[in-house]
């Protein structure tokens, strides 16, 4: 998921400091500082859940394909530490880190300190965490539900610092619900538009959310609801099931599809495409079928998206931009590739060749407006992320590299063996990579231009973040470590009670 929080103003001072920081640096920062424990866990109460009848508005009915990154081993946990002796709280005004664990979500101030339970249910969605959490605010929507993910689910809210938790809405019923042996019937696939894609969406500005239900039945469709005015509010109802709510840069539309099967791994049965009005006003049909799959690459402009077919016997392929308003679409490029991001910065897609059957080799960047390709690179590229580095973007291959959205290169991947592929993350222009493997390759690592690759850590690690003052977090196990700038030294903050799953900042404007 890409971060809604960039840094392109003060790229240049984490690089100004770096370089006052590399004339100092001489000795060695690889430490494995014995774990310490920080204060202790505070669980807020959580009020009686209230639920909101949705208000129904008329209209036809959505669909969107990518398959789940594989993720690397968690690391073993390390040895137990001692309890905490004094109670640190959550900060009044944030960012704070949100941590999904397997018991909940929790929180900790940028530091690290104050490690709080914010909710004690079974987390089933979004599939990325930081789509849940509310932009500009303090709002972090998410799907509760039973352990087998199909039954009970409920769309939830949770405000930080306080730790409120409130039930917006059951998300299905018991006559909505896929019964004991209910494999890829109707009942089953709309539960899965819920749970195994990412189905809420946050406005640009904070003021509505978008979230699949099949609340109403017998399909999965789409709804929003408002904090300002609490209200729920239906806006597709058809016979396929809807995912992949996303809101336009204006928050003007809600682009999502509909698939009439999500299969068993060889794509889906495609529905079609729509742009429902935020409003409520109706809903514009953007196109009907799809193949296998489509899947939806980001916003190129306010009112362009980028988004391709999908084939099991290719990946990726008929690569186009689309207008929201009156879908027409403008190919780019029509064979087999790796992967595409549109990059609204510099106004540009950028594609990875994706090896044997592509059209492309390396890594190209392309005008969506003229259709122009430029080479950016020519080494192996399979596949490009922004989560955790916009607006630069992760190009994963044979050896990884950072790269702007104007295709130069920022940083390149420590000399180490990762098979399982480098956890990254960006502020301004110093890059954190991760590596959870058992072993010498192991550890944790600091770059960026102007900036020598160190290595700082030395044990299995994963979700790096960079807090607003530049301190790096990431975890270790089940132990939480900072690493103050600009010495990077890391000291256990806290000790988690479970695997971490996924990181994100609530409240970081």
């Avoid at 009970?152 to 004991?180: K, M, Q």
């Avoid at 690569?319 to 679409?329: I, P």
Wanted: negative net charge; contains cysteine; glycine residues 12%.
């Amino acid at each position: 998921m890409k971060s809604r929080h960039t840094l392109p103003l003060v790229r240049w001072l984490p690089v100004t400091l770096a370089l006052a920081f590399a004339l100092l640096a001489c000795q060695a920062l690889a430490p494995q500082p014995t774990p310490t424990l920080p204060p202790d866990v505070q669980i807020p109460a959580t009020p009686a859940p209230t639920i909101t009848q949705p208000t129904l508005a008329p209209t036809p009915l959505p669909p969107e394909p990518t398959p789940a990154p594989s993720l690397p081993p968690t690391p073993a946990a390390p040895p137990p530490t001692p309890a905490p002796t004094q109670a640190v709280a959550l900060n009044a005004s944030g960012p704070w880190l949100l941590l999904a664990l397997e018991n909940g979500l929790w929180a900790t101030n940028p530091d690290g300190s104050g490690l709080t339970q914010l909710t004690q249910d079974t987390i089933v969605g979004p599939v990325t965490l930081q789509r849940g959490v509310q932009p500009g605010g303090r709002l972090v929507a998410y799907i509760s539900g039973d352990a087998d993910r199909t039954h009970n689910l409920a769309l939830r809210l949770v405000s930080l610092p306080d730790g409120t938790v409130r039930t917006l809405t059951p998300l299905t019923n018991p006559n909505t619900e896929p019964g004991e042996i209910g494999f890829l019937d109707d009942k089953t696939e709309a539960v899965r538009a819920i749970t195994d894609m990412n189905s809420l969406d946050w406005s640009p500005d904070g003021q509505m959310l978008a979230y699949i239900s099949v609340q109403d039945g017998p399909s999965a469709d789409l709804y929003t609801w408002s904090p300002a005015f609490d209200q729920i509010r239906r806006l597709t109802d058809g016979p396929s099931q809807g995912y992949g709510p996303h809101f336009s840069p204006d928050g003007r539309f809600i682009v999502h599809f509909g698939v009439n099967s999500f299969g068993t791994g060889a794509g889906y049965s495609m529905a079609g495409g729509w742009a429902a009005w935020a409003s409520g006003a109706g809903v514009k049909t953007l196109f009907t079928g799809g193949g296998s799959g489509q899947e939806f690459g980001g916003w190129v402009n306010q009112r362009q998206f980028l988004i391709n077919a999908w084939r099991p016997d290719c990946g990726p392929q008929d690569l186009r931009v689309m207008d929201v308003e009156t879908g027409a679409a403008k190919s780019l490029l029509k064979g087999c590739f790796g992967s595409a991001i549109a990059s609204p910065v510099s106004g540009s897609v950028l594609v990875a060749s994706g090896g044997e059957g592509s059209e492309l080799a390396g890594l190209w960047r392309i005008d969506p407006a003229t259709g122009q390709r430029t080479q950016m690179l020519n080494q192996p590229v399979n596949w490009l992320s922004s989560e955790n580095l916009a607006p630069d973007v992760l190009a994963g291959g044979g050896n990884s590299v950072v790269v702007s959205s104007s295709g130069e290169v920022m940083a390149a991947q420590p000399d180490a063996q990762c098979p399982y592929g480098f956890g990254v993350a960006g502020y301004g222009m110093i890059y954190a990579w991760t590596c959870a493997n058992e072993g010498a390759d192991a550890g944790v690592w600091v770059n960026g231009p102007g900036i020598e690759t160190r290595k700082i850590f030395d044990g299995p690690a994963l979700q790096p973040a960079w807090s607003p003052q530049n301190t790096l977090l990431f975890t270790s196990g089940r132990t939480l470590y900072a690493a103050l700038f600009f010495d990077y030294i890391p000291q256990p903050v806290a000790q988690l009670p479970g695997d971490v799953r996924q990181v994100a900042w609530v409240g970081w404007e």
